[in-house]
């Protein structure tokens, strides 16, 4: 069973930076494409960068790309969300997802499973 926590957010103003981590406390999450969602208030939930298992690929959203990007340590068995630049808009609880389906897609939240509980980031203006 996967089972994903997520961690690294807070509190920070805007301009500034957090780094997230997604690590697997169950099984090992190195042979899986894994993906970056966040939901701000009000907010259907959003894709934000995703990665494939071996890193060799990485996908973003339009509105993070240049900004945020997404790594992983498969050595460490975690899943990494760099977030540059940061803006009032990117407040939100941002969750790591194991992506389960195959095919050229990455932001439909159905291809993903096995969520984290979230992790709350803040950016004060």
């Known amino acids: 069973q996967v089972q994903l926590v997520e961690s690294g957010g807070g509190l920070v103003q805007a301009g500034g930076s957090l780094r997230l981590s997604c690590a697997d406390s169950g099984r090992t999450i190195s042979s899986y494409h894994m993906g970056w969602f966040r939901q701000a208030p009000g907010k259907k939930r959003e894709f934000v960068a995703g990665i494939t298992w071996s890193g060799g690929s990485t996908y973003y959203a339009d509105s993070m790309k240049g900004r945020f990007t997404i790594s992983r340590d498969n050595a460490k068995n975690t899943v990494y969300l760099q977030m540059n630049s940061l803006k009032s808009e990117d407040t939100a609880v941002y969750y790591c997802?194991?992506?389960?389906?195959?095919?050229?897609?990455?932001?439909?939240?159905?291809?993903?499973?096995?969520w984290g509980q979230g992790t709350q980031v803040t950016v004060s203006s």
């Open positions: 997802a194991v992506k389960v389906r195959s095919g050229t897609s990455w932001d439909l939240e159905r291809l993903y499973q096995y």
